[in-house]
């Protein structure tokens, strides 16, 4: 019971790295190119594999376009479980990152294409609340707050149910649950 699952969002970032950020309309060569697996919940898998710590991302992973199936090769590739996913008929979503050596800022373009976010009812259908395989529960949150909420409650309930509090709220065995909220200072959700 020492899994621990990142609940989120998966891309592949398209990163370009300039010598500064380009100005409009003009023309610049880049200093270096790559692609890399991007989310938060996927980068969090990647620390953690790096760790020895098993762990495994759930999100919708789109089965679609050659993006695709390099995100789940390098899940593979980084012994990041995808297990449960939810593999739909979709484009995985991409984001071209503009990386400026010169201030070291960072400008994101994210287009997520037709690829949903993970729902309460999926979540719920895959784990029927139980949680008993996992020590942690990590949760990236952006548009889905309702659902997020939702499936933090289900967690919350499994503690209540299996591990009743005694006379200390930190009872070893509950499962941790974590949040992470990149932009908390945006009014309306749907800009994440």
């Not at 592949?12 to 003009?26: C, G, L, R, T």
């Not at 020895?52 to 590739?77: Q, R, T, Y």
Request: with cysteine; charged share 20%.
């Amino acid at each position: 019971r020492d899994k621990v699952l990142c609940v989120g969002k998966a891309c592949v970032d398209f990163v370009n790295i300039a010598q500064k950020y380009p100005e409009e309309d003009s023309d610049q060569r880049g200093l270096e190119y790559y692609w890399q697996r991007g989310g938060n919940a996927t980068n969090n898998c990647t620390v953690l594999s790096i760790l020895s710590v098993p762990c495994e991302f759930l999100g919708v992973l789109g089965n679609h376009g050659v993006e695709a199936s390099w995100i789940k090769s390098d899940f593979d590739k980084c012994g990041i479980e995808t297990t449960n996913c939810l593999f739909k008929s979709v484009q995985c979503p991409i984001a071209t990152i503009v990386i400026s050596q010169t201030t070291g800022s960072r400008t994101i373009l994210f287009y997520p294409r037709d690829c949903p976010e993970l729902t309460f009812d999926e979540f719920h259908e895959i784990f029927h609340e139980d949680f008993s395989h996992y020590s942690w529960i990590h949760f990236e949150l952006c548009n889905a707050m309702k659902d997020t909420s939702s499936m933090i409650d289900d967690i919350v309930a499994y503690n209540e149910r299996v591990h009743p509090p005694q006379i200390s709220n930190n009872h070893p065995s509950r499962i941790i649950l974590s949040l992470e909220v990149e932009k908390p200072e945006l009014q309306n959700p749907e800009q994440c």
